[in-house]
């Protein structure tokens, strides 16, 4: 069984450049893993965060349900404490505060299991001319890739 993708982060790949990837479990309600189910998330200007020693993902939207209870909203953009085994961790606050390394999330997916995961990445930003490097490759690579199609037809 393959895995579900809920949400990407698509600009993350654009803006940085990723260096390491993790796999973290996140603490939800039972209204938010409904909305995840529904494919109800963004993570489009969402990162992490350490708050008292423990990774928080930040601005990620994760919408209310209607049909869930209509006399509490949660907030839909509250930090959401992600679960990382104590090494993961400390190898990160050691990435984040002595090198300046980042830590963005790439995907919100249930794994085979049918949990939910976030996938996060240490990343470094990257600058314009890296930014137009890479689209500048993307597209010869897309060029080549229909020529060489047009050409077996």
Known sequence: M???????NKKARHDYEIIEKFEAGIVLT????????AKRANL???FCRFIKGELHI???HIS???TTNKYFVPDTRAPRKLLLHKKELAKLY?????EGLTIVPLMIYFNERNIAKVSIALAKGKKLH??????????LKR?????MKNKSV
């Open 2 to 8: 393959a895995i579900n993708i809920v949400a990407q």
């Open 143 to 147: 060029e080549a890739q229909q020529a």
């Open 130 to 139: 890296d930014k137009r490097a890479d689209m500048k490759e993307k597209t």
């Open 94 to 98: 050691v990435k984040v505060h002595k």
């Open 30 to 37: 039972g209204a938010e893993v409904k909305a995840l189910r």
């Open 44 to 46: 489009a200007d969402a």
């Open 58 to 60: 930040m601005n990620a």
């Open 64 to 66: 209310h349900l209607e």
